[in-house]
T-cell receptor, first 110, second 113 residues
Framework: LAKTTQPISMDSYEGQEVNITCSHN???????ITWYQQFPSQGPRFIIQ???TKVTNEVASLFIPADRKSSTLSLPRVSLSDTAVYYC???????????FGSGTRLSIRP | DTEVTQTPKHLVMGMTNKKSLKCEQH?????MYWYKQKAKKPPELMFV???????INESVPSRFSPECPNSSLLNLHLHALQPEDSALYLC????????????FGSGTRLTVV
């Protein structure tokens, strides 16, 4: 399983765009990159998943360079409710075994 | 229905008690998971069921006993737990391919006294 490295914490302000970068130098050919969001005392919530280039949905964008050794989760115009822990996971979804890294604690201020 | 429902939400049990955690989903997912999460730590995988059969056991102590009675239900039977087993226990489900991510429940907050 590919090891991931994310910043331990980040701070930003309401209305700003937030980019969280994840490093995964030993990503394998069959691995996907998936991001989850977790609020205190709740289960993680799936945000976005991608394999290469750019993926966008209604809440976030995921940018993956050609070498796939890193990825960036982009949250547009954050609000206070985006304060949470964000986990980057890298692995083959068909392996039925996703392992969470340490995560990034994002704090949004007014 | 796009939810994973876990009951109870909170549980306090003594070290000699037997209790069970329950997880239910009606999304047609054929893979289900138990995770354990300690405060300020990431979730740790415990068990994986695929098509109602146990496929992964992450060397979990036998005082935790999983059961998958059917494709919608997942139980975790608890017996003779230790105080250090106190944690948030999370259930998740997914398509077997896992391609579209996992859906997690809100968890059961377990306290062992």
């Amino acid at each position: 399983l590919a090891k991931t490295t994310q910043p331990i914490s980040m701070d930003s302000y309401e209305g700003q765009e937030v980019n969280i970068t994840c490093s995964h130098n030993n990503i394998a050919t069959n691995d996907y990159i998936t991001w989850y969001q977790q609020f205190p005392s709740q289960g993680p919530r799936f945000i976005i998943q991608g394999y290469k280039t750019k993926v966008t949905n209604e809440v976030a964008s995921l940018f993956i360079p050609a070498d796939r050794k890193s990825s960036t989760l982009s949250l547009p115009r954050v609000s206070l409710s985006d304060t949470a822990v964000y986990y980057c996971l890298v692995g083959d979804p068909r392996a039925s075994k996703i392992i969470f890294g340490s995560g990034t604690r994002l704090s949004i201020r007014p | 229905d796009t939810e994973v429902t876990q009951t109870p939400k909170h549980l306090v049990m003594g070290m000699t008690n037997k209790k069970s955690l329950k997880c239910e989903q009606h999304m047609g997912h054929r893979a289900m998971y138990w995770y354990k999460q300690k405060a300020k730590k990431p979730p740790e995988l415990m068990f994986v069921y695929s098509y109602e059969k146990l496929s992964i056991n992450e060397s979990v102590p036998s005082r935790f006993s999983p059961e998958c009675p059917n494709s919608s239900l997942l139980n975790l039977h608890l017996h003779a737990l230790q105080p250090e087993d106190s944690a948030l226990y999370l259930c998740a489900s997914s398509q077997v391919s896992g391609i579209y991510g996992y859906t997690f429940g809100s968890g059961t907050r377990l306290t062992v006294v």
